[in-house]
């Protein structure tokens, strides 16, 4: 108990202790003042009364402590909540995406196998939901001149045009051995490009025709009528 009193009246001491020494260091200071002007001025007679006030708080320490500590909870608060304002969470910055375009080459036929370019933009970071992958873009891009095709999404990152009416020729049969390919590999091999291009759009055939070079190459009639038969025996499958 004699320590719950003496915190309960711990701030009225605290300002009756504030009061006196305000007062003993202006009555020290004015007394200090006339001594160093006694030399040019003459002796003074100075009396220092108290202010207002510090004759209410002498009244009243109480309701003066009360006050005083409530000006400091409102300031120790306010000091924190300045503080919790400028540290708080801030949403996170959205993420600058800049694209490039990737201009088509021009296609070199004379090079095997034969690669086809595509016009194309590439984007700095994700610019696409994953569910739009895939699927054909009907809105929002528009080029000049007009070209009549189709954009699609390859990834979240990447969107490619494919011209209307153009088809994409997959020369995965080879003319160079006689060996058959795989049919269920091609058909894999097609469907792994209807990822990027639609399928109407996709044909096959043999990789070049079978006399690539002066002598031709190292196949019969009868293993060249196999490998056209495959071509078509696995279109037929494809597209019906």
Sequence with gaps: ??????????????????????????????????RLL??????MNMSWYAPEWML?????????????AGVAVIAVGGWYGWH????????PEPVKITWQVHEP??????????????????????????????????AGITMQPVVKGEWTWVDDKTLRFVPAGKCVVLGLVTTKRPQLEDRDLLKRRIEEASRY?????LCLSPQCGFSS??????????EQRQKLELVVQTAAEVWG
């Design 197 to 201: 291009v639609d399928i109407d759009q």
């Design 84 to 91: 919790w304002w400028k540290n708080r969470p801030h949403p």
């Design 56 to 68: 209410a708080v002498r009244r009243e320490p109480r309701k003066w402590a009360t006050a005083l």
């Design 105 to 138: 080459a021009v296609t070199d036929y004379t090079k095997q196998p034969i690669v086809i370019d595509n016009l194309q933009l590439d984007f700095s970071a994700s610019a696409a939901p994953i569910e739009r992958v895939g699927k054909p873009v009907t």
């Design 213 to 222: 070079t002066v002598e031709g190459n190292r196949l019969t009639i009868a």
């Design 1 to 34: 108990m004699d320590l719950l009193r003496f915190l309960l009246k711990l701030p009225e001491r605290l300002v009756r202790a504030l009061v006196f020494v305000t007062g003993w260091m202006l009555g020290l200071l004015g007394r200090l003042a006339a």
């Design 38 to 43: 006694r030399p040019v001025v003459g002796d």
